[in-house]
């Protein structure tokens, strides 16, 4: 059977990943797909725009998929409670932190409205971003992080503008404050206590739980704060209990083991005497990156798994003692915002390294260690390619020792090195079904190398730091078969600027390349990193002045779409001006050279005013590489 686009499909395991918002179409494209009646071809999508003008790399934007995940969220909790009777309700919060970018939160509290989504900050910027944005009616601002007192004094005054703030203390100090500006604003506050676990997570954010994690209340100070507030008669002050046991928790046993314990502190509180009305489990929900379900970057439960967890355990735990059940918060924004953006970035051109041939004969080698590595190129077969291989692998280190010590010659290295490609590719052309093993070994080392327009520590820093897993794959061409296998280098000029982690097919095989199609003169190949909506635009940094992609968001119509907004990306201009450098002072500075070097006679008039407009054109430019006009 030919190549199709259900084998591409299964290839990528977009089916695992995609959650159905994203699948491969019949004519070879990677279409989104929020609703099934709502469909947009990705590829056409990226002509469109930059047809109008929006410049590759360009970070996509799917609100309707914002849309989706944050009904899903509310949907399964509420089954739960159906299913299980919980007497208590349920109410998020989408934590700023996990992308504050002004339009998608804006579209995080109009599509939550209808389910009292409400916003967590971990900061006072967040706090103000909060206090500006949330009108939903008894959506709570859930006040986390570091406080001083204006942190709380504003957290309080804003309860007299109606937002529903709550304070919760990450730390012993943070009650006495809380207390003494309440009394100073004349403000009843709204407190919760954070309390540190026991219990453990697992993957890259474990740090962020246990006994000696950064935040929260240990249980002897829990019990001198209650004692407090029951001193100063104002224990009804105490309506939340929160904990977090850190992002992305790929194992729901994790899940469950917090939240016994933290149920356990809620009911051990409310029979203390006070009468919390909120159990914040603070987030962790995952999002299935790879779609093996047995990684960090993957998950081997769902939403609904999820769900029936959190409400059967603190049900459970609350019924023993006859505790009334209270409100469940979540603070899950990764689930809600990751699956709703994506990266598409044009490849520029590629690094192979295989060799079908040699320029060259066995007469035109004048070394010895030359000579015999043509020999085994010449002579290796079926039957001897394993002793010839390993010979190879001997003399392609005997080869960097004899031209370090001055006994080859650089004409000599370039045959042998030459030589060495050709027969790794010759091997490989026949050794698959005789030591697969090895014919993997030399796949890895054939691989090729894809330069793509984008920056890996600008817009993909999880990758670069955390060895996070993005699904990554090409948005066309899918009905025929990708026989390159490469990795994926950015443009920054830094040997970490690169992917070379993938995972693909239905076995979820880990690897270091990834399949791709041929690269064709004039023809633009064009891929997408997904999932990319948590964290990495707020955590991209300015490696070589590399800024801000621009950015669309979309909104997919029964017959199309709409561009909703668009958001210009980083000009070298804005870049440099976050580091202090004034574009008056650098264009002067260049007028200046080249005045002097004009009367040197170093400089024509006609090269000084092209190297000018130049400069300027670079200045108001873009940080990454455009196709010439």
Not at 69 to 94: D, M, T
Not at 597 to 619: D, P, V, W
Request: net charge negative; proline share 2%; aromatic share 10%.
């Amino acid at each position: 059977m030919s190549w199709n686009y259900k084998k591409s499909a299964e290839l990528y395991g977009i089916k695992h990943w995609g959650k159905g918002y994203f699948k491969v179409s019949e004519n070879g494209c990677v279409e989104v797909n929020p609703e099934p009646k709502k469909c947009l071809n990705l590829y056409e999508l990226t002509q469109d725009l930059i047809e109008r003008g929006i410049r590759s790399p360009l970070l996509v934007r799917f609100p309707d998929i914002v849309k989706k995940r944050v009904e899903l969220l509310s949907q399964c909790f509420s089954n739960a409670i159906e299913e299980y009777n919980y007497k208590g309700g349920y109410a998020g919060v989408y934590p700023i932190k996990v992308n504050q970018q002004r339009h998608l939160v804006h579209e995080i509290i109009k599509f939550g409205a209808n389910h009292q989504l409400g916003l967590e900050c971990g900061s006072k910027p967040e706090l103000l971003v909060a206090l500006s944005l949330m009108t939903t009616p008894d959506a709570h601002i859930i006040c986390n992080g570091f406080k001083d007192i204006e942190y709380i004094e504003t957290a309080l005054l804003a309860q007299k503008l109606g937002r529903n703030t709550i304070i919760v203390v990450d730390r012993m100090v943070e009650l006495d404050l809380i207390l003494e500006a309440s009394k100073k604003l004349n403000v009843k506050p709204h407190i919760g206590f954070r309390s540190k676990l026991s219990s453990k997570g697992s993957g890259k954010w474990i740090e962020s739980s246990g006994a000696k994690s950064k935040f929260g209340l240990t249980p002897s100070e829990m019990v001198k704060g209650v004692e407090k507030l029951k001193q100063l008669g104002q224990l009804e002050c105490l309506e939340l209990l929160h904990f977090h046991i850190g992002s992305q928790i790929p194992s729901i046993q994790d899940i469950k083991s917090s939240m016994k314990e933290g149920a356990q502190f809620f009911r051990e509180l409310n029979l203390m005497g006070a009468h919390i009305k909120y159990l914040d489990v603070g987030g962790g929900l995952g999002v299935d990156y790879d779609g093996s379900g047995s990684s960090y970057s993957s998950t081997n439960y769902n939403v609904q798994e999820y769900a029936n967890d959190v409400i059967s355990i603190v049900q459970s735990i609350c019924d023993e003692k006859n505790i009334a059940h209270p409100q469940i918060i979540t603070e899950s924004g990764r689930s809600l915002v990751a699956h709703s953006s994506v990266l598409i970035f044009d490849v520029l051109g590629n690094n192979k390294v295989a060799k079908e041939d040699v320029s060259f004969s066995q007469k035109e080698c004048d070394s010895r260690i030359v000579q015999e590595m043509y020999e085994i190129y010449t002579g290796i077969n079926t039957k001897n390619f394993n002793e010839f291989y390993n010979d190879l692998i001997e003399k392609k280190r005997d080869i960097l020792q004899m031209f370090t010590y001055g006994v080859l010659n650089l004409q000599q290295r370039a045959q042998a090195e030459d030589l060495y490609w050709a027969t790794l590719t010759k091997i490989q052309s026949f050794v698959k079904d005789i030591d697969e093993d090895l014919y993997w070994k030399i796949k890895k080392t054939l691989s090729e190398t894809y330069f793509c327009n984008f920056s890996v520590f600008q817009s993909l820093p999880d990758s670069w730091a955390i060895g996070q897993y993005f699904p990554i794959m090409p948005i066309h061409k899918l009905n025929e078969k990708p026989n390159n296998q490469a990795t994926i280098a950015d443009l920054t000029c830094d040997s970490d600027g690169k992917i070379d982690k993938f995972v693909e097919g239905e076995n979820f095989e880990k690897q270091k390349y990834l399949d791709v199609h041929e690269l064709k003169e004039g023809q633009t190949y064009f891929m997408a990193a997904f999932l990319t909506g948590a964290y990495q635009e707020i955590l991209g940094d300015l490696h070589n002045l590399f800024g801000d992609t621009d950015t669309v968001h979309i909104s997919i119509t029964d017959k199309g779409y709409t561009v909703d907004h668009v958001v210009e990306g980083d000009s070298v201009e804005n870049v440099l001006s976050y580091l202090a450098y004034n574009k008056s002072v650098l264009l002067e500075n260049i007028r200046l050279a080249s005045e002097n070097s004009i009367a040197a006679g170093k400089l024509t008039r006609q090269e000084s005013r092209l190297l000018m407009r130049h400069y300027e054109k670079g200045l108001s430019g873009y940080t990454y590489l455009q196709e010439t006009e």
